[in-house]
């Protein structure tokens, strides 16, 4: 399978502004992002990431630019009302997956 590339506005850790970046996906996940403007790679190794993470979880943040996708795709009224409040608890949601035990 060929890996498929999508370009994107992201904030660049280097450049430290918003600007494009190209996100390359292989087998369906993020395999690396690279800045347009300054050509840094940040790269996932997506072993090393089960690894420590656990096969789910690796996989559903990997692959949540492409869900996020369909998701609008399929009905952009419902996307645009529960976005916000998604955005908002995401965070909380994610550090209480990976540390259940924190409060």
Known sequence: MEPEEM??????????????????YHRGMISSIVCQECGIEIGFDQKKLMACYGEDLVNRVLTKPRRITEEYEKDLIKFMKDIPFRIITKPYRLIKEIDPFKN
Request: net charge positive; with cysteine; proline share 0%.
């Open 7 to 24: 370009k994107t506005i992201l904030h660049c850790v280097r450049c430290q502004k918003d600007c494009e970046h190209v996100v390359i």
